[in-house]
């Protein structure tokens, strides 16, 4: 049988990256701007070209399966998945300071044109199949991943089924409505959501400063950056608690940006506003750190069409290292 | 073959009920108060010998299995469920007004002696479960049930796979929060979750009045007991809202004691504040009443052990009307 090989997209808001692996390991990984100009197709049209030129550098001679982690919302258009996503689409933004006026991208179409095997899902979720594989909440039937950085995503694992819903955009608990009298409004309009109170964006704004700059001054102890961290903090504990006694999971895997850099100091603040409430429910949620860092997106897009054959070796060597160079 | 006979058992903070049915449909069904003095076996084994009434009145020699639909929380005790329901349990209630000191319910161990097949669920997931077959949402894949009365409870369905979760409390969304300065405490200990804002009883206590009184008053016109009812509704729909972004759920079939009198004029105030946010998101997400009315509960309870050669019949015949008269 020939060696089988198989590419990995990863799709967000700033950049893409292409990934192409063999039961040995990854083999080549590429990454740019995600292209936000042209046509309606012109993005999955380009991301096809990256993978073509991954495989080139690596020497493969076509993948077959490609798993798609990206950023949503999903819709369908006849059948077919389409990513209605408002901080790439330029109809769908409010703003509407990005250089096109796509309503959405037909994602899907274009990629089966040369991809048969194909598997799309939301990166939130994605990040979870990983973290179940290979990370924190290994074998784990009731667990929850929340990346927090830029935005909040969630992805969602209930009796060991990744909750997936009608168009793919379970996990979308970003944009769950925490506060009725937050002034903190959400890219999705909305006031008082989750997102929009605890993004590192909107804490960058209400202090005047990067969101690195933010969290470096609260973690040094300056009073106003602390008790805006803090309070996001508790924020984001206060909506992983709904989320626990919503869905009844056990872990809760925090990964992202902030919490990368942060979590070490933020956890017990997270915790405490879990473990205060309804003890029947929330006896054993506990929050873990991600396992596999920045390389969850990757290894997230990979993981929907690893082959069967391939986890044991992969989950013993942990082959992720080779063509990381280039992040 | 023997002809086979099954049996439901309703389990709730104010009474209990079971029934027995055979293909033809329910043959018989007792009720009771809910006991709440004795050991802390007291409440099964008096449910045991209610099924064994019911099953002496319809001639039934034995069932072959036993569904049960039961408020919740539940707990694990060496592997097997355990209710810990503050309105049950004396020991777990902040009032201490009950006539025990329970600490917890072995409800599966003392069912099983009698009865080896034997199915325990949440009993809002029961209800989705018969809905789903019976109800207002068959063969729907992606559904929220929500029952609205004394309290508010949820069943959740995503990808076709009731959620259990954990211990098999995923539908506790009752007590997610909703608002940081809402001074309504909920019966869990929680300020400002949803059930402790909208149930029936908080209405009740915020008017002086019991909730029929209230909602009544309401769809009168009165404007105090309106801006309530609406308000309380205007809550229930942010849940939803936050349910359906969560979960990418379709449908979500409303019911209880509260909706079944007055869903009519409140379903266009919680729809709207679905609707209202993020279109991406909410597009097809819709309300709808509940197709099994008070029946849900006894339905429910006999659908998780329904054999499945029964179904089709079931569906056509619609065979819970014999045995009702005892309501």
């Known amino acids: 049988m020939a060696k089988r090989f198989i590419g990995g997209i990863d799709i967000g808001g ?7 692996a063999s039961e040995d390991g990854i083999l080549c990984r590429l990454s740019e701007p995600t292209l936000k100009s042209g046509s309606e197709e012109a993005l999955p049209s380009r991301i096809l070209e990256l993978l073509q030129m991954a495989c080139s550098k690596a ?8 798993g798609v982690s990206s950023c949503g919302p999903f819709a369908r258009t006849e059948g077919q998945l389409v990513l209605v996503t408002p901080n790439i689409c330029g109809a769908l933004s409010d703003a509407n300071d990005l250089p096109n006026h796509w309503e959405s991208i037909p994602l899907e179409r274009v990629l089966r044109r040369h991809h048969a095997s194909l598997v799309i899902c939301n990166d939130a979720v994605a990040a979870l199949h990983a973290e179940r594989l290979f990370g924190a909440v290994q074998d784990e039937p009731n667990c ?10 969630f992805g969602l694992c209930v009796d060991g089924h990744l909750l997936g819903g009608k168009h793919g955009n379970a996990g979308h608990a970003g944009h769950m409505l925490m506060s009725e009298s937050s002034d903190a409004v959400c890219g999705c ?27 470096n001054a609260a973690r040094a102890g300056e009073p106003a950056a602390l008790e805006l961290a803090a309070e996001a903090a508790r ?32 956890a017990p603040v997270v915790q405490q506003e879990i473990s205060s409430r309804f003890a029947a429910l929330t006896r054993d949620v506990h929050i873990l750190h991600a396992g ?32 990381q160079a280039d992040r």
């Open 14 to 20: 700033t950049k893409v990256a292409v990934t192409v």
């Open 59 to 66: 020497g493969v001679p076509v993948v077959d399966a490609v």
């Open 144 to 153: 929850v991943y929340v990346t927090w950085s830029t935005g909040v995503g």
């Open 189 to 215: 309009g909305n006031r008082g959501d989750l997102e929009g109170m605890i993004s590192g964006r909107n804490l960058a704004r209400r202090l005047g400063r990067t969101p690195a700059e933010v969290f």
């Open 235 to 266: 924020w984001l504990g206060r909506a992983l608690y709904n989320v626990a006694v919503t869905l009844d999971t056990r872990s809760i895997v925090i990964g992202g940006a902030v919490w990368e850099h942060h979590g070490d100091w933020l």
């Open 292 to 323: 596999l860092g920045a390389l969850v997106a990757d290894i997230g897009a990979l993981s929907l069409v690893l082959p069967e054959e391939w986890m044991a070796g992969w989950r013993q060597r942990r082959p992720w290292g080779r063509g």
